[in-house]
T-cell receptor, first 112, second 116 residues
Framework: GNSVTQMEGPVTLSEEAFLTINCTYT??????LFWYVQYPGEGLQLLLK?????DKGSNKGFEATYRKETTSFHLEKGSVQVSDSAVYFC???????????FGKGTTLSVSS | NAGVTQTPKFQVLKTGQSMTLQCAQD?????MSWYRQDPGMGLRLIHY???????DQGEVPNGYNVSRSTTEDFPLRLLSAAPSQTSVYFC???????????????FGPGTRLTVL
């Protein structure tokens, strides 16, 4: 079945540094891809999504491009802020399209 | 709009006790789901529902029951709690597309459960 692998953390950066969190997937067909973010003590929120190859999702300065040839959906941000400290989850739709499959999460800690 | 609400926020149970985690949404979403979040494991799907009266199992359904009598509510029942069920539980909802969740799922704030 479909699965997703994302880089393990924690990732520790200084404010204004460049961020990349790697995500690769294995899938049958053409799943939709997502990045969710979980701030401390809260539930998950959708950060961005892409529904087909070469789509670029973007939100709040974060970007990710659906790369079918490398089966990847890496999350990037040019200049992180302290407020970006959170856990980031890569996800994709399962083969039947009835649920989401999440990666294990990557903790990002940004210091000033 | 309250979105997705979950109660209780925290719960401590003894092994063998039963309880129900409540989940409600006010967005008229057909699709609802329960996940558990454990350190190093990410989120794993327990059960989901695509409408009132319809439920199905996810990746880790053992030890949990669900029912969906209304569109708004999707309670999760632990019949006989075990320490392995110590976790944070999240309920989520979304509108439906092609039999599954349409893109964005809206998550509740979670219930932190400890089983002693």
């Amino acid at each position: 079945g479909n699965s997703v692998t994302q880089m393990e953390g924690p990732v520790t950066l200084s404010e204004e540094a460049f961020l990349t969190i790697n995500c690769t997937y294995t899938a049958t067909g053409y799943p939709s891809l997502f990045w969710y973010v979980q701030y401390p003590g809260e539930g998950l929120q959708l950060l961005l999504k892409a529904t087909k190859a070469d789509d670029k999702g973007s939100n709040k300065g974060f970007e990710a491009t659906y790369r079918k040839e490398t089966t990847s959906f890496h999350l990037e941000k040019g200049s992180v802020q302290v407020s970006d400290s959170a856990v980031y989850f890569c996800a994709l739709t399962d083969q039947a399209g009835t649920a989401l499959i999440f990666g294990k999460g990557t903790t990002l800690s940004v210091s000033s | 709009n309250a979105g997705v609400t979950q109660t209780p926020k925290f719960q401590v149970l003894k092994t063998g006790q039963s309880m129900t985690l409540q989940c409600a949404q006010d967005m008229n979403h057909e699709y609802m789901s329960w996940y558990r979040q454990d350190p190093g494991m990410g989120l794993r799907l327990i059960h989901y529902s695509v409408g009132a009266g319809i439920t199905d199992q996810g990746e880790v359904p053992n030890g949990y029951n669900v029912s969906r009598s209304t569109t708004e509510d999707f309670p999760l029942r632990l019949l006989s709690a075990a320490p392995s069920q110590t976790s944070v539980y999240f309920c989520a909802s979304s509108s439906l597309a092609h039999g599954g969740p349409r893109d964005e799922q809206f998550f509740g704030p979670g219930t932190r459960l400890t089983v002693l």
